[in-house]
């Protein structure tokens, strides 16, 4: 299978050298390409500014705004089977980028933000690859993880809690929760994250052979 798998967080230039941004470090999006690689799947990784080295074998298209991550994605899943949204997309970006360095003044300062593109809404409603989003949750995990499901028009939806600062963003551990479309759920419990994304790429390949019966 195609897999186009997107990590990291991306970059919101405020001024010349400024940026708005979130805390990812890409290690899971990295790993869950390791797996397909290994399961021997075609990769592209599509990243925003991370420090790992990229899996050997993916096809690596660096971006830096979510912009540039909404247009790379578009072009990528033209042509592929299943689309992994694990990037930390900036859900905000300001209404306007200063082009020259913004002055300290000694007085309250405040930054105007509009919404980012939603990447994930932005996918054709009607289309012939599976889709996997992640959901970062501090708090719900399961009432969010499901209502992104639906509203996102996902098939896959893998949650991610937050509330344990040992695991998910920045550790090199992890524990998630899958929600389908159909309703189930599956939960890999704390590993390493090269362990969760071998098995989630596992459980990825059977529910999109599933959907994507014409194909495979
Ligand atoms: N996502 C996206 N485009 C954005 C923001 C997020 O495609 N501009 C994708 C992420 O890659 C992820 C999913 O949407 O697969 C959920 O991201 P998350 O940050 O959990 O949720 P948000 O949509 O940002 O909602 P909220 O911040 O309110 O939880």
Same mark, same amino acid.
């Given at each position: 299978?195609? &897999? ?6 991306? @970059? ?7 940026? $708005? ?5 890409? *290690? ?16 592209? $990784? ?12 993916? +096809?690596?298209?660096? !971006?830096?705004? /979510? ?36 002055? *300290? @003044?000694?007085?309250?300062? /405040?930054?105007? $933000? =509009?919404?980012? @593109?939603?990447?994930? *809404? #932005? ?8 889709? !996997?989003? &992640? ?12 209502? +992104? ?30 929600? #389908? ?5 599956? *939960?890999? /419990? ?5 362990? !969760?994304?071998?098995? $989630?790429? +596992?459980? =990825?390949?059977?529910?999109?052979? +599933? ?6």
């Amino acid at each position: 299978m195609k &897999f186009v798998i997107t990590a990291g967080p991306t @970059r919101e230039p405020i001024d010349p050298i400024r940026f $708005l941004s979130n805390r990812s470090s890409g *290690k899971m999006g990295y790993a869950i390409a390791a797996a397909a690689i290994e399961a021997n799947h075609e990769v592209v $990784l599509i990243s925003g500014p991370v420090n790992p080295p990229p899996p050997a074998g993916a +096809k690596l298209v660096r !971006v830096i705004t /979510s912009d540039e991550m909404h247009e790379a994605v578009q072009a990528a899943v033209r042509d592929c089977d299943v689309l992994v949204m694990c990037a930390a997309v900036s859900d905000y970006k300001p209404a306007r980028v200063a082009e020259q360095k913004i002055k *300290k @003044r000694n007085e309250k300062f /405040s930054l105007e $933000l =509009i919404p980012a @593109r939603d990447i994930l *809404k #932005s996918l054709p409603q009607s289309r012939n690859f599976f889709v !996997v989003g &992640f959901a970062a949750e501090t708090n719900d995990v399961e009432e969010h993880a499901r209502a +992104k499901l639906a509203t996102k028009n996902c098939d896959m939806m893998v949650a991610n809690d937050l509330s344990d600062p040992n695991i998910g963003m920045e550790s090199d551990e992890n524990a998630v929760t899958i929600f #389908s479309r159909g309703g189930e759920s599956a *939960k890999i /419990s704390r590993a390493s994250k090269k362990t !969760v994304a071998r098995e $989630l790429v +596992k459980i =990825i390949c059977a529910n999109a052979k +599933k959907v994507l019966t014409k194909k495979f």
